[in-house]
């Protein structure tokens, strides 16, 4: 069913019904459960329907009829969309009329934002999922927030700038977060429904200054520089025969990781100097050549910054499996072990031994050549953090190295990070521990392997002595040459300054 162009008034109204109904996450974790909460991001509607089932009020049919897709009467829908009434919900094909009976014709579900400009809940619209369907999702399906939509979100850096490209824009979710910390947005998508949607929720939102336009990546933004590119791009690799389903929310229609190279090489060119961009991707191991290397040669050809962490790796037979779940076929069946064979085809004959998913971040040199190329795997599960302050505050400590030579480091003071604890491991009955550790809180949790000396350096930036001072005090304590530690010490203060264990007094 195709999604008509959003009417602002009745927008305003659908706003004002939601509003009213008090339909906020909180909420309706609270009415529909915490534990069917958590179960509904896997696909499972059956807890939470079950716990709506009779419930009277406002906040009850709003959850049904939007959270979940499910049915509710016309007299139920009339006494709740007071504003915008049933006919109102029709003309924004987000629900259709069958006799006494209202149907849903998309989701509406409450989002919770917070960042440095203060926090609040937005209302995104997106297609039925497969558990309000009740089987597959159409080629066309726009996708709600999902884990992926969120995790770029948490990379975004908190910096106010002018211009943002979200390519990409889905449901508008990363174009609605960018246009807090930026003047205006240009939301893209291969899409129309897709952009009808964004549309729909930046009405619905109250928020401007989100300009839409169709095409294939870059082509609709051509000849023009943002500030800042954030893309949670349709990576998924895709067989391009054996008659397997092409989802445009997930699938670019390029063959292998050629999307993703071809997005790092598009952020190049729609930069501003000190632009940045930050993008989520799968990368192939391909041919002995790991994945990181690939992504690498696609970024020296472009003369950016880059920092690239890959957060989880998958053989061919995984990836498939996953992919094609969440295409919603099911295995066992016929179609299931017929697409297991092409997308294993597919993998067999480019070479891929593995495949990547992870995060990049591109930044435009302000002058010259780039100085920063950082390729790292970072496997450790984060807890949902925000990384985009993170790695702004990683971004400032590289500028700041670059700027000083290892005299320069040496006279600086230094502080470690309030979230830096030590952990020290003894064999049984031994007076000096074997591994010393150091763990960060926050960040991406890193667990970095130190040797006394550095255990000792670090311990002892509290920001009263240089650098240097501190190093020839534990080359005395530990009886070592001065200059031989320091030449050892410096570039791994250098790297823990970058990765945030370390921060300039
Ligand atoms: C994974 S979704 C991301 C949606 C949203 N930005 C988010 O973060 O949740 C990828 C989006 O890319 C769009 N897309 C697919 N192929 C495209 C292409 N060739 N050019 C531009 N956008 C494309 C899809 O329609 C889809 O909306």
Excluded: K
């Excluded at 049984?428 to 960040?443: D, F, K, M, R, T």
């Amino acid at each position: 069913m195709p999604l008509p162009e959003p009417d602002p008034t009745l927008c305003r109204a659908l706003a004002a019904d939601l509003d009213a109904a008090g339909y906020r996450t909180d909420a309706l974790r609270d009415a529909w459960g915490t534990a069917a909460d958590g179960v509904l991001g896997r696909g499972h509607a059956l807890p939470a329907r079950r716990r709506l089932s009779g419930e009277p009020g406002a906040l009850a049919v709003v959850a049904r009829l939007f959270g979940l897709g499910d049915p509710v009467t016309v007299a139920e829908a009339s006494a709740t969309f007071t504003a915008s009434g049933v006919d109102g919900l029709v003309r924004l094909g987000l629900a259709r009329r069958d006799g006494d009976t209202v149907c849903a014709l998309a989701l509406i579900r409450p989002q919770a934002f917070a960042d440095a400009a203060g926090e609040g809940e937005w209302w995104i619209a997106s297609d039925l999922d497969e558990a309000a369907l009740g089987g597959p999702l159409p080629a066309d399906h726009v996708l709600g927030v999902g884990r992926a939509s969120l995790t770029l979100a948490g990379l975004a850096l908190p910096d106010p700038v002018d211009r943002v490209l979200d390519l990409g824009c889905g449901c508008g979710i990363q174009a609605l977060w960018a246009r807090r910390a930026a003047a205006s947005v240009v939301a893209t998508d291969v899409s129309q429904r897709a952009l009808r949607f964004t549309r729909l929720n930046a009405l619905l939102n109250d928020v401007d200054g989100i300009d839409t336009r169709c095409g294939d990546l870059f082509a609709p933004v051509a000849g023009e520089r943002f500030d800042r590119v954030v893309s949670n791009p349709p990576f998924v690799i895709t067989p391009r025969d054996g008659d397997v389903p092409e989802y445009e929310y997930r699938d670019g229609g390029r063959t292998g990781d050629g999307l993703v190279a071809e997005v790092i090489a598009g952020a190049a060119g729609h930069l501003t100097p000190g632009g940045t961009a930050v993008l989520l991707g799968n990368w192939e191991s391909r041919d002995g050549i790991a994945g990181l290397d690939r992504v690498r040669a696609w970024v020296d050809a472009t003369g950016l910054d880059a920092w690239v962490l890959e957060r989880e790796v998958l053989d061919p037979v995984a990836y498939a499996e996953l992919w094609i779940r969440d295409g919603g076929t099911v295995p066992g069946t016929p179609a299931y072990d017929r697409l297991l064979g092409a997308w294993l085809g597919d993998f067999a004959a480019r070479g891929v031994a593995e495949i990547g998913f992870g995060y990049v971040l591109l930044r435009r040199p302000v002058s010259g050549a780039p100085t920063l190329a950082r390729y790292e795997r970072v496997m450790q599960p984060l807890a949902d953090r925000a990384l985009g302050e993170h790695l702004g505050r990683c971004l400032a400590a590289h500028d700041r190295l670059v700027t000083l030579d290892d005299a320069g480091l040496a006279a600086s003071r230094l502080v470690v990070a309030g979230d830096v604890t030590e952990a020290r491991h003894h064999l049984p009955g031994a007076a000096s521990p074997s591994v010393i550790e150091l763990h960060q809180g926050g960040g991406f949790g890193r667990v970095i392997p130190v040797d006394p000396a550095l255990a000792a350096l670090v311990g002892s930036c509290d920001g009263d002595l240089a650098l240097g001072a501190l190093i020839a005090a534990v080359a005395e304590l530990m009886e070592v040459d001065a200059a031989s530690l320091r030449a050892e010490l410096l570039p791994r203060v250098r790297d823990l300054l970058l990765v945030g264990v370390l921060t300039f007094a």
